[in-house]
């Protein structure tokens, strides 16, 4: 991150679009409200060097964060200085959400990234999107299919993060 760092980074591994549709609209909220944001894939992020702000997330398999949210990470971790970051996992299906425990990988990330705040938010399972043995998984553990992501959460966490950026550095 330079000196002049003054954009944030909204990124988030997908393995079949869903969380990066959630991405998308944390960085729709972050520009309504005055924040510079750029949204990029993971995998895309050449340069960290321009962030202020960093709000990554990234889907849930079988408890863990996918590899290029995991990979993004460690290389923010790695900055210095540090930008300010958040996290976000999503995954959780059905009423009530399950799994309700927090991704094995995620305290370990909050720690080397020193993130503000972790959230999860509610995923949606598209059946016809997944692989044999995905499918294999959600009949065994008997998750439901659906869109389970609450927008009016999402949108509210944004405008969070957007009125904590705004008070701390002037973003134009």
Same mark, same amino acid.
């Given at each position: 991150?330079?000196?002049?760092?003054?954009?944030?980074?909204?990124?988030?591994?997908?393995?079949?679009?869903?969380?990066?549709?959630?991405?998308?609209?944390?960085? !729709?909220?972050?520009?309504?409200?005055?924040?510079? /944001?750029? @949204?990029?894939?993971?995998?895309?992020?050449?340069?960290?060097?321009?962030? !202020?702000? @960093?709000?990554?997330?990234?889907?849930?398999?079988?408890?863990?964060? @996918? *590899?290029?949210?995991?990979?993004?990470? !460690?290389?923010?971790?790695?900055?210095? *200085?540090?930008?300010?970051?958040?996290?976000?996992?999503?995954?959780?299906?059905?009423?009530?959400?399950? *799994?309700?425990?927090?991704? @094995?990988?995620?305290?370990?990330?909050?720690?080397?990234?020193?993130?503000?705040?972790?959230?999860?938010?509610?995923?949606?399972?598209?059946?016809?999107?997944?692989?044999? *043995?995905?499918?294999?998984?959600?009949?065994?553990?008997?998750?439901?299919?659906?869109?389970? !992501?609450?927008?009016?959460?999402?949108?509210?966490?944004?405008?969070?993060?957007?009125? /904590?950026?705004?008070?701390?550095?002037?973003?134009?």
């Amino acid at each position: 991150m330079s000196e002049s760092a003054t954009s944030t980074l909204v990124s988030a591994g997908s393995k079949h679009g869903s969380t990066a549709e959630i991405a998308e609209r944390i960085g !729709r909220v972050l520009l309504e409200q005055g924040v510079q /944001t750029e @949204v990029i894939a993971p995998e895309e992020v050449t340069d960290l060097s321009p962030y !202020r702000g @960093v709000v990554l997330g990234s889907a849930v398999y079988a408890g863990h964060w @996918v *590899p290029s949210a995991r990979d993004l990470a !460690r290389r923010v971790a790695l900055m210095s *200085p540090k930008p300010d970051v958040w996290l976000f996992s999503s995954g959780p299906i059905g009423d009530p959400p399950k *799994p309700e425990e927090d991704p @094995v990988d995620v305290q370990a990330i909050q720690e080397t990234t020193s993130a503000r705040e972790h959230r999860v938010f509610s995923g949606k399972i598209d059946k016809s999107e997944l692989s044999f *043995p995905e499918k294999a998984v959600l009949m065994a553990v008997r998750a439901p299919e659906g869109d389970f !992501r609450e927008w009016d959460e999402i949108e509210a966490w944004a405008g969070d993060i957007a009125r /904590t950026l705004k008070s701390e550095v002037i973003y134009t």
